[in-house]
């Protein structure tokens, strides 16, 4: 991975990096830890770097969406494409929701045990500031704002540490945030529905 991130100025590592156990908090925990670097090593005011990850890279400092996604996930649009849907978006997210989910996974705690996941048999106490657990996908559009505000915000910070013991935080987080319209996230559902017509 050395090698190739020293072929591209705008590719690097993170600076904290993870022993990841499938489902676990570790999954979560090391893009978040992507997350804080590429917020951090973009604000107007930085202007060196002094982690060898980051040295000589180029990046743009003025990024609006976050996208991440799985080794086996490949683009289907051009660039071009891509710049101009998420100009179209103005800002909002695209979180996927998912309708129904095992609940036995955020209402039991779990734990890595020899490099597996594996349930306690212990309940959990409900979520804090009464969250409703939305099940979604792992990967997601997510504008700066809302990576901003899903590394700062105390509640959120809460919600991360409650799941830190659940299987699969990745998989509930962004749907989370994205849907508790009581927490009006940037780019995030306003509980409004919204009708328009298209020329598509």
């Known amino acids: 991975m050395k090698s190739i991130v020293r072929c591209f100025d705008n590719v690097f590592l993170t600076d904290k990096q993870e022993s990841i156990v499938y489902a676990s908090y570790s999954r979560l925990k090391g893009e978040m830890n992507c997350m804080r670097n590429i917020l951090d090593l973009t604000r107007p005011h930085v202007k060196t770097v002094s982690h060898l990850n980051f040295k000589n890279k180029q990046l743009n400092k003025n990024w609006k969406y976050l996208l991440n996604t799985a080794s086996s996930e490949f683009p289907l649009r051009t660039n071009f494409e891509m710049t101009r849907i998420l100009n179209m978006y103005n800002g909002t997210n695209e979180i996927e929701i998912i309708k129904s989910f095992n ?47 899903a590394l700062t915000n105390s509640r959120v910070n809460d919600l991360i540490e409650w799941g830190v013991d659940t299987w699969s935080p990745d998989e509930w987080l ?27």
């Open 103 to 149: 609940r036995r996974r955020i209402d039991v705690a779990w734990q890595v045990l020899n490099g597996v996941l594996v349930s306690t048999n212990r309940s959990k106490s409900p979520p804090p500031h009464n969250f409703k657990i939305v099940k979604g996908s792992a990967y997601g559009v997510f504008s700066r704002a809302f990576v901003e505000y």
């Open 174 to 200: 962004w749907a989370t945030l994205q849907f508790n319209t009581q927490f009006k996230p940037p780019g995030g559902f306003k509980g409004e529905c919204i009708s328009f017509f298209t020329n598509f």
